[in-house]
């Protein structure tokens, strides 16, 4: 299926309006094996579009799981897809990042999931990070 049908259907079933740059950044995204930053998609964006309406499909599709966070070399965050079970209110993506020192581009290792971490009531857990550093297979 190209990718353009994947991106329309995945819009329908999130029920988010389909627009020409909703469209155009998840059909980026299902291109890429890695995370990648706002000035990544700027870059790779066929039309122009402001920063705020780049921000705000991108708020809009991490707000109905469709993207998550993903940590980049410098403490910045980059977004991936997310796993087909993620929803707005209960992301699954609770895997391993992997973060190549040669390219700083950031991976998703679905494969590896985050550890059931339990601490102490007096704490408010809100996210676990499980971030690995070294060299991809691209720059070995």
């Given at each position: 299926?190209?990718t353009?049908k994947i991106?329309?259907?995945?819009?329908?079933s999130?029920?988010?309006?389909?627009?020409?740059?909703?469209l155009?950044?998840?059909?980026?995204?299902?291109?890429?094996?890695?995370?990648?930053?706002?000035?990544?998609?700027?870059?790779?964006?066929?039309?122009?579009?402001?920063?705020?309406?780049?921000?705000?499909a991108?708020?809009?599709?991490?707000?109905?799981?469709i993207?998550?966070?993903a940590?980049?070399?410098?403490?910045?965050?980059?977004?991936?897809l997310?796993?087909?079970?993620?929803?707005?209110?209960?992301?699954?993506?609770?895997?391993?990042?992997?973060?190549?020192?040669?390219?700083?581009q950031?991976?998703?290792?679905q494969?590896?999931?985050v550890?059931?971490v339990?601490?102490?009531?007096?704490?408010?857990?809100?996210?676990?990070?499980?971030?690995?550093?070294?060299?991809?297979?691209?720059?070995?």
């Amino acid at each position: 299926m190209e990718t353009l049908k994947i991106a329309e259907d995945l819009l329908q079933s999130h029920g988010l309006r389909r627009t020409q740059i909703r469209l155009e950044i998840l059909q980026i995204f299902m291109k890429q094996d890695h995370a990648l930053s706002v000035n990544d998609l700027e870059k790779m964006l066929k039309t122009s579009h402001d920063r705020v309406t780049l921000y705000r499909a991108l708020n809009s599709f991490e707000e109905n799981g469709i993207l998550h966070q993903a940590p980049d070399q410098g403490g910045g965050m980059r977004y991936a897809l997310c796993a087909d079970d993620c929803s707005g209110h209960d992301h699954k993506d609770e895997h391993a990042h992997f973060i190549c020192d040669e390219c700083n581009q950031t991976f998703c290792l679905q494969e590896i999931k985050v550890p059931d971490v339990k601490i102490s009531e007096d704490y408010q857990l809100n996210s676990v990070s499980y971030t690995m550093n070294g060299v991809c297979k691209e720059c070995q």
